[in-house]
């Protein structure tokens, strides 16, 4: 059974960077398939982030482009995400996903980020 | 690139069928056959509901289908039960190789 499950620090401090983790269990990264992140604000709605394939080829949202930066290690099944710079817009709940064809099948369960001080 | 357009909020009797729309641009749902949606229930990840279109995975009831027409595409339940009540968000792939969502729709069922 194939499992994503995210981790990192749940506050963050404003104009510092924030740095999640996926890690995949039950499914080889290096196999196939785009591996995404999505967040969601509090009482928002979905956001895009960007998507990274086992190759390393990546593709971000322009909207958050010059601060995003997703990277891979199929050593670790695990894929990063990196968000420079953040405010408290930033507040979300970030997932990590697997897509194929533009589809996110599978999400992990989510991760609550809150950017203050 | 510009979020999806959905109407925020829309509402049924069980039973009865409804259909929620997601209207783009000829650079994203109109342009590909890449649409899905997803069903998100209060305090959990969203789920897979319909993807390329107007493919079901396995296991979502076939009382859910997806359609486009244009730049528009189409989530239709039909006969509405109280466990579809939730958010239903649809996104599309876009012509910069990126992914793009709609706003959402709370679906109330009466």
């Known amino acids: 059974q194939v499992q994503l499950q995210e981790s990192g620090p749940g506050l963050v401090k404003p104009s510092e960077t924030l740095s999640l983790t996926c890690a995949v269990s039950?499914?080889?990264?290096?196999?196939?398939?785009?591996w995404g992140w999505i967040r969601q604000p509090p009482g928002k709605g979905l956001e895009w982030i960007g998507r990274?394939?086992?190759?390393?080829?990546?593709y971000y949202n322009p909207s958050l482009k010059s601060r995003v930066t997703i990277s891979v290690d199929t050593s670790k099944k695990q894929f990063s995400l990196n968000l420079r710079s953040v405010t408290a817009a930033d507040t979300a709940v970030y997932f990590c996903?697997?897509?194929?064809?533009?589809?996110?099948?599978?999400w992990g369960q989510g991760i609550l980020v809150t950017v203050s001080s | 690139q510009s979020a999806l357009t959905q109407p925020a909020s829309e509402s049924g009797s069980p039973g009865q069928p409804i259909t929620i729309s997601c209207t783009g641009t000829?650079?994203?749902?109109?342009?590909?056959?890449?649409v899905s949606w997803y069903q998100q229930h209060p305090g959990k990840a969203p789920k897979l509901m319909i993807y390329?279109?107007?493919n079901r995975p396995s296991g979502v009831s076939n009382r859910f289908s997806g359609s486009k027409s244009g730049n528009t595409a189409s989530l239709t339940i039909s006969g509405l039960q109280a466990e579809d009540e939730a958010d239903y968000y649809c996104?599309?792939?876009?012509?910069?190789?990126?992914?793009?969502f709609g706003g959402g729709t709370k679906l109330t069922v009466l």
């Open positions: 996903a697997r897509e194929r064809e533009s589809a996110y099948a599978l």
């Open positions: 039950g499914y080889s990264i290096s196999s196939g398939y785009y």
């Open positions: 990274i394939y086992h190759s390393g080829s990546t």
């Open positions: 000829s650079s994203d749902v109109g342009g590909y056959n890449y």
């Open positions: 390329d279109v107007s």
């Open positions: 996104s599309s792939y876009t012509s910069s190789n990126t992914v793009v």
